[in-house]
């Protein structure tokens, strides 16, 4: 049971360059997140997805885009890198995103992701 | 703004002791409040979920929850050098179908000393 896998692990990307981070979840989770961690910021939510065919914005959206392509996989893109989006992104995935219960989020193992 | 405040830490302790780690959240309407645990390098790692006043134990780890001061708390009995990393407090902010946010707190940095 592989839980939340995310694609690549490391990346390098030349400023105005674009990428799409890819994830997938095998836990039939309705749910899916995408965060980024920074020194002395903590983890802030980019953009998440309640349930398959929803997203929505998190705190820190802007330069991004997602696609939640079906119930098992949530990718984002970065159309034109910018050196503020060096970044480790983390893909997250819960069960409902909006009830009292089931809400726990379990991680994926990250991209490290530099823009030079 | 909606936040999640925690002591950055570090928090040092000695190998036995109990570790305390606090965090207040500012969103009377939260519903849901988790600790990750989180190792240089790795991903957040789920190690307690809490939804009601109270405590809650697990093993070695006990969260405690109250909504009116708005402060969950996770202490660590019989703290081992293993437990050492950054614990992250989490609040779902959310109030109904649409509105989710999990928000996280900075983290507080555990250092257990052998």
């Known amino acids: 049971n592989a839980g939340v896998t995310q694609t690549p692990k490391f990346q390098v990307l030349k400023t105005g360059q674009s990428m799409t981070l890819q994830c997938a979840q095998d836990m039939n989770h309705n749910s899916m997140y995408w965060y980024r961690q920074d020194p002395g910021m903590g983890l802030r939510l980019i953009y998440y997805?309640?349930?398959?065919?929803?997203?929505d914005k998190g705190e820190v959206p802007n330069g991004y885009n997602v696609s939640r392509l079906n119930k098992r996989e949530f990718s984002l893109r970065l159309e034109s890198a910018a050196p503020s989006q060096t970044s480790v992104y983390f893909c997250a995935s819960s069960e409902q995103a909006w009830r009292n219960l089931n809400t726990e989020a379990f991680f994926g193992q990250g991209t490290r992701l530099t823009v030079v | 703004q909606k936040e999640v405040e925690q002591n950055s830490g570090p928090l040092s302790v000695p190998e036995g002791a109990i570790a305390s780690l606090n965090c207040t959240y500012s969103d009377r309407g939260s519903q849901s409040f988790f600790w990750y645990r989180q190792y240089s390098g790795k991903s957040p790692e789920l190690i307690m979920s809490i939804y009601s006043n109270g405590d809650k134990e697990d093993g070695r780890f006990t969260a405690q929850l109250n909504k009116a001061s708005q402060y969950v708390s996770l202490l660590i009995r019989d703290s081992q050098p293993s437990d050492s990393a950054t614990y992250l407090c989490a609040v779902n902010i959310g109030s109904g179908a649409g509105s989710y946010q999990l928000t996280f707190g900075k983290g507080t940095k555990l250092s257990v000393i052998p």
């Open positions: 997805s309640a349930s398959e065919g929803t997203t």
